[in-house]
Nanobody, 121 residues
Framework: QLQLVESGGGLVQPGGSLRLSCALS??????????VGWFRQAPGKDREGVSC????????NYTDSVKGRFTISRDNAKNTVYLQMANLKPEDTAVYYC????????????WGQGTQVTVSS
């Protein structure tokens, strides 16, 4: 069974950086077999897709509001996908979740528990 665990959230000042991790926990599966997406949900708002990294060719995509500031990557040896976030803004404040899918344009499952990111001075 695919179980994902997010970590790396916290409180950061505007303009700061954080790196979120999404790790595959306790499984003989390989995260490299899956596309992994990062999503976020701010209070009172719908969940939105932030970024995704493909299973087949490692291609990536980003929502417009984070392009040029966030970078998604994967370390297959560690069964981990990262979201490096730079130049953080207050509007990036949200609970960030990762999830897996066959590819980035397919339905996601195996949602993690989320990690809180708060950008505030």
């Amino acid at each position: 069974q695919l179980q994902l665990v997010e970590s790396g959230g916290g409180l950061v000042q505007p303009g700061g950086s954080l790196r979120l991790s999404c790790a595959l926990s306790g499984s003989r599966l390989s995260l490299s077999w899956y596309a992994v997406g990062w999503f976020r949900q701010a209070p009172g708002k719908d969940r939105e897709g932030v970024s995704c990294i493909s299973a087949s060719d490692g291609s990536t995509n980003y929502t417009d509001s984070v392009k040029g500031r966030f970078t998604i990557s994967r370390d297959n040896a560690k069964n981990t996908v990262y979201l490096q976030m730079a130049n953080l803004k207050p509007e990036d404040t949200a609970v960030y979740y990762c999830a897996a899918a066959g590819e980035c344009d397919l339905a996601f499952g195996a949602w993690g528990q989320g990690t809180q990111v708060t950008v505030s001075s």
